[in-house]
């Protein structure tokens, strides 16, 4: 499956689409786009505070060129 990055506003506009929210493993510093979290597993965080893990963590969403799937992966060297 081919994958592509792409920035924040496409990443909120399909969580919105799907009901999807920015959530973080209790107790971690891992974490998701989910529906419907387990509220005793996850924590519910702001889409600001799920960027700058993203960036503290050299990550980047990145979106499946033939659907919406999405997937959190390191950034590549430019």
């Known amino acids: 499956m081919s994958m592509e990055p ?3 506003d ?3 506009a ?7 929210t920015p959530i973080r493993i209790k ?4 974490i998701q ?3 419907n979290a387990n509220v005793s597993k ?4 702001t889409w600001g505070e ?5 960036n503290e963590k050299n990550l980047v969403v990145c979106k499946a060129y033939d659907s919406c799937f999405l997937k959190m ?6």
């Open 6 to 8: 792409i920035d924040m």
């Open 10 to 12: 496409k990443t909120k």
């Open 14 to 20: 399909i969580a919105k689409r799907f009901g999807l």
């Open 27 to 30: 107790g971690t510093s891992q």
């Open 33 to 35: 786009i989910a529906k």
């Open 42 to 45: 996850y924590e519910i965080i």
């Open 50 to 54: 799920f960027e700058k893990i993203l």
């Open 73 to 78: 992966m390191k950034k590549k060297p430019n």
